[in-house]
């Protein structure tokens, strides 16, 4: 019986239900519906309405653009950071979604840089959350579902409308 060498293993392991395209789009589709929450939120609430002892929105939004950037930066790079929330944002709706456009952009450039043969290599996110390559990124999608279901709540406890979850 022959036996597998290497690069039949990973691609034994690999074998795909999504592929690597199609889970950034899966993931950016996700982002781009959670940027339009954080457009349509009442500017006058985004930094301070909590109900239930959550977060208010804003330090959801904080939390997101701390983990997705720079967790693929430091897939990427193999140096380890430390997990930072308070980005200075001068309670401006605006500079959050400018700086979420940009953690658009490193999403993108980072994960088109990690090969799919290292997906199921274990890491240490933020010096702390060890597991896979894969299993950090589906976490990192979601604890961003989880914060919209937050914001959600915030939405229908204002009377709001939100944008709908299944438009991606």
């Known amino acids: 019986m022959e036996t597998l060498n290497e690069a039949q293993k990973v691609d034994t392991q690999i074998q795909q239900v999504i592929s690597h395209a199609e889970l950034l789009e899966h993931w950016q589709g996700h982002r781009a519906l959670t940027r339009r929450l954080i457009e349509a939120y009442p500017e006058e609430h985004f930094f301070t309405y909590s109900i239930g002892g959550m977060r208010p929105f804003s330090d959801l939004v904080m939390e997101l653009l701390a983990i997705g950037g720079p967790g693929l930066q430091e897939i990427v790079s193999g140096n380890t950071t430390k997990l930072e929330e308070h980005l200075e944002h001068g309670n401006s709706k605006a500079k959050i979604l400018k ?24 890491i240490k996110t933020f010096g702390e959350y060890e597991g896979t390559i894969i299993s950090s990124i589906l976490y990192f999608i979601d604890n961003e579902i989880h914060h919209r279901g937050q914001a959600y709540v915030y939405f229908r406890s204002l009377g709001i409308e939100a944008p709908y979850f299944w438009e991606r």
């Open 99 to 122: 700086m979420w456009d940009e953690q658009t952009e490193v999403i993108n450039t980072n994960y088109n840089l990690i090969p799919v043969s290292r997906f199921h290599n274990t």
